[in-house]
């Protein structure tokens, strides 16, 4: 199981990014995906998670700006990010809750991750 991440870059403040991760290989189910940030000298955080039956949590710094999505049919979760700031600088991470089989405990699944960055 990979989970592929795309979308990052360098943005001006205010401006958007809209991040995409696809899960591929063989499993049997995918629970909530969501993404993580990491800025440096700083611990990995939860930005946003969407369950598969559409159950959503965001971090409260990025409420009102940021909206995940699924689609499920693509094994593919999205970020998009509007008025981004400088301190949403960070590489994000994607995740997802994984059954490889039927009838084993769900694992954690993690992208390689991708660089945001937010400065003038």
């Known amino acids: 199981v990979q989970l592929v991440e795309s979308g990052g870059g360098l943005v001006q403040p205010g401006g958007s990014l809209r991040l995409s991760c696809a899960a591929s290989?063989?499993?049997?189910?995918?629970?909530?995906m969501g993404w993580y940030r990491q800025a440096p000298g700083k611990q990995r955080e939860l930005v946003a998670s969407r369950t598969n039956d559409g159950n959503t949590n965001y971090a409260d710094s990025v409420k009102g700006r940021f909206t995940i999505s699924r689609d499920n049919t693509k094994n593919t979760v999205y970020l998009q990010m509007n008025s981004l700031k400088p301190e949403d600088t960070a590489v994000y991470y994607c995740?997802?809750?994984?059954?490889?089989?039927?009838?084993?405990?769900?694992?954690?699944?993690w992208g390689q991750g991708t660089q945001v960055t937010v400065s003038s």
């Open positions: 290989g063989r499993f049997f189910s995918i629970n909530a």
């Open positions: 995740n997802a809750g994984i059954k490889t089989r039927w009838g084993t405990n769900e694992s954690d699944y």
